[in-house]
């Protein structure tokens, strides 16, 4: 089974810049996973930053960016603030119509 | 704007079968994409599937063997069935909707705020 991969913690500063990363366990993440990237605070649904590997859902800041990395797709948030500490997900579209969540990723600002 | 509500039993017996309705309101449940998500506690998301208007499903091969969805266009809901639960299916269910553009689904885009299902005797 496919499995995704997310780093589990990353800390930043306050107005810094952190780039999360969605990888898979064998193989390399392209446009063509479209990948989409979801942020939950705790209690809440998820609500979608990125979708399509680059695109901002409507509302979104722009300090919020998506990318391909080298062989994953990538999260960037620059200029973090108090209110981006939260968990992170990443979903890839694997083929067949499946998708798969990442792990997630909790971001620490401090 | 659309809306959404999971509903159903928040405590399952092991070995009996987890079902859940999630209603549509605001707007027309054809021609969308629409899937379940779950969140075991302090875990993760885990994609469990998707139902399209027509009918049409494709499951997570993890879950595959025990899931079965389907829609009722008549009520604006579709639901959800887990069978054979055990305390691992404890979670959070999310019924979410896919934004498409033709054949591509990118994102889910409107989620219900999720239900808890306890499996428990």
């Known amino acids: 089974q496919t499995v995704v991969t997310q780093e589990p913690s990353f800390s930043v500063s306050p107005g810094g810049t952190v780039t999360l990363t969605c990888g898979l366990s064998s193989g390399s993440v392209s446009t063509g996973y479209y990948p989409s990237w979801y942020q939950q605070t705790p209690g809440q649904a998820p609500r979608t930053l990125i979708y399509n590997t680059n695109t901002r859902s409507s509302g979104v800041p722009d300090r919020f960016s998506g990318s391909i990395l080298g062989n994953k797709a990538a999260l960037t948030i620059t200029g973090a603030q108090a209110d981006d500490e939260c968990d992170y997900y990443c979903v890839l579209y694997v083929g067949s119509g499946i998708r798969v969540f990442g792990g997630g990723t909790k971001v620490t600002v401090i | 704007q659309v809306q959404l509500q999971e509903s159903g039993p928040g405590l399952v017996k092991p070995s009996e079968t987890l079902s859940l309705i999630c209603t549509v309101s605001g707007g027309s449940i054809s021609p969308y994409y629409w899937s379940w998500i779950r969140q075991p506690p302090g875990k993760g998301l885990e994609w469990i599937g998707y139902?399209?208007?027509?009918?049409?499903?494709n499951y997570s091969p993890s879950l595959k063997s025990r899931v079965t969805m389907s829609v009722d266009t008549s009520k604006n809901q579709f639901s959800l069935k887990v069978n054979s639960v055990t305390a691992a299916d404890t979670a959070v269910y999310y019924c979410?909707?896919?934004?498409?553009?033709?054949?591509?689904?990118?994102?889910?885009?409107?989620w219900g705020k999720g239900t808890t299902v306890t499996v428990s005797s």
């Open positions: 979410a909707r896919w934004y498409c553009i033709g054949n591509t689904c990118y994102h889910m885009d409107v």
């Open positions: 139902i399209y208007y027509s009918g049409s499903t």
